[in-house]
């Protein structure tokens, strides 16, 4: 989980650094910032933990964390999808972050062929408000990183990054 979390961390940098809207950048880099504090203290805990032995208190304190961790990524995607959605510059060089723009343009294209086809198929009631019922939701970016294939042959066994692994060779 803390591995994970520090992924989620450098996706959300690689964001907040090509995001052409300063407020979004500003916003993600502060829940960046949040869920890198939550996930040190994640890893910080289950060391504790392993250290001082089993107790219901410990254990219950780490699984708050670890809540606490995953709520922290959900706040990073939506504000990356809110990055996304106002734009992204074009990366450097560096394959791992135009990896990650071009995983983040993958998922604003399915975001605005899915808002075409539900302006084609209007189900509007009398008002001209659009009907619940029946509607497919919005891609999220969550839901994008779900359906990834795990890769786990590129995953290190390890916590720490290696150099030549990118941030999208975890299965978020």
Request: hydrophobic content about 35%; some cysteine; overall charge positive.
């Amino acid at each position: 989980m803390v591995s994970d979390g520090q992924v989620v961390v450098k996706f959300g940098n690689i964001l907040a650094k090509h995001c052409l809207d300063q407020r979004c950048s500003v916003e993600l880099l502060r829940t960046t910032e949040h869920t890198q504090s939550i996930s040190s203290q994640l890893g910080i805990m289950a060391r504790v933990k392993a250290v001082t032995g089993e107790s219901k208190a410990s254990s219950e304190l780490l699984l708050s964390n670890m809540q606490n961790l995953i709520q922290a990524v959900q706040h990073v995607l939506r504000a990356a999808e809110a990055a996304c959605v106002k734009g992204l510059g074009q990366p450097p060089a560096d394959p791992e972050e135009e990896e990650v723009v071009a995983f983040c343009q993958q998922w604003r294209k399915n975001l605005t062929q899915h808002r075409a086809k539900e302006a084609l198929n209007s189900d509007r009631d009398e008002l001209g408000l659009r009907k619940t019922r029946g509607a497919k939701a919005e891609p999220t970016l969550m839901s994008l990183v779900q359906e990834q294939p795990p890769r786990s042959r590129n995953i290190p066994n390890h916590p720490s990054p290696r150099k030549g692994h990118t941030v999208m060779d975890r299965h978020l």
